[in-house]
Antibody, heavy 122, light 110 residues
Framework: EVQLVESGGGLIQPGGSLRLSCAASGFTFSSYSMNWVRQAPGKGLEWVSYISRSSSTIYYADSVKGRFTISRDNAKNSLYLQMNSLRDEDTAVYYC???????????????WGQGTLVTVSS | QSALTQPASVSGSPGQSITISCTGTSSDVGGYNYVSWYQQHPGKAPKLMIYEVTKRPSGVPDRFSGSKSGNTASLTISGLQAEDEADYYCSSYTSSNTVVFGGGTKLTVL
């Protein structure tokens, strides 16, 4: 069974840093691109970042560019999101999601993990 | 990148058909056949229902169908069932090599 399990969320003060992790199992992790997508409380989905299978291609949403860094360790079947200079508006559930598309980011995002909540507040 | 435009809510009775629209620009929806639709039940992770405008992943009922005309994509659910009540989001690849989602549509089955 394909599983994606996020961890690392929590309460952090504005300006702080946090590192999210996503543990993948049930599939050959190195064969798939991955995404982070977030959802603020009571709000819609917002795409955050994409990383290709070999980490050679990385994209970010303008809202996080320069502050967030996506990475992966194929040997550990893990995806990461390093979040720096956190702002109130970064408060959200962060989902790790597999991208089955082979050509462009976001073509075929499935499945999704259950998410980890990040709360930025003083 | 502005969010794609979806109606805030739609409703229908069991057995009826409904359509949810998703309007973007020539830089996203209109420029590429990389439109997807996701279903999200309260407290749950999103689930892919349609990809590449019209394709259904295995396991998704054929009551769900997608289409596109110009800068507007649409999701149609026929034979509405109670379990279809959920939030629905469209997404599209963009010319900036990013992904943009719609604001979401709450479907109520009356």
């Amino acid at each position: 069974e394909v599983q994606l399990v996020e961890s690392g969320g929590g309460l952090i003060q504005p300006g702080g840093s946090l590192r999210l992790s996503c543990a993948a199992s049930g599939f050959t992790f190195s064969s798939y691109s991955m995404n982070w997508v977030r959802q603020a409380p009571g709000k819609g989905l917002e795409w955050v970042s994409y990383i290709s299978r070999s980490s050679s291609t990385i994209y970010y949403a303008d809202s996080v560019k320069g502050r967030f860094t996506i990475s992966r360790d194929n040997a550990k079947n893990s995806l990461y999101l390093q979040m720096n200079s956190l702002r109130d508006e970064d408060t959200a559930v962060y989902y790790c999601a597999r991208d089955e598309g082979a050509i462009v980011p976001g073509d075929l995002i499935t499945p999704w993990g259950q998410g980890t909540l990040v709360t930025v507040s003083s | 990148q502005s969010a794609l435009t979806q109606p805030a809510s739609v409703s229908g009775s069991p057995g009826q058909s409904i359509t949810i629209s998703c309007t973007g620009t020539s830089s996203d929806v209109g420029g590429y056949n990389y439109v997807s639709w996701y279903q999200q039940h309260p407290g749950k992770a999103p689930k892919l229902m349609i990809y590449e405008v019209t394709k259904r992943p295995s396991g998704v009922p054929d009551r769900f169908s997608g289409s596109k005309s110009g800068n507007t994509a649409s999701l149609t659910i026929s034979g509405l069932q109670a379990e279809d009540e959920a939030d629905y989001y469209c997404s599209s690849y963009t010319s900036s090599n990013t992904v943009v989602f719609g604001g979401g549509t709450k479907l109520t089955v009356l």
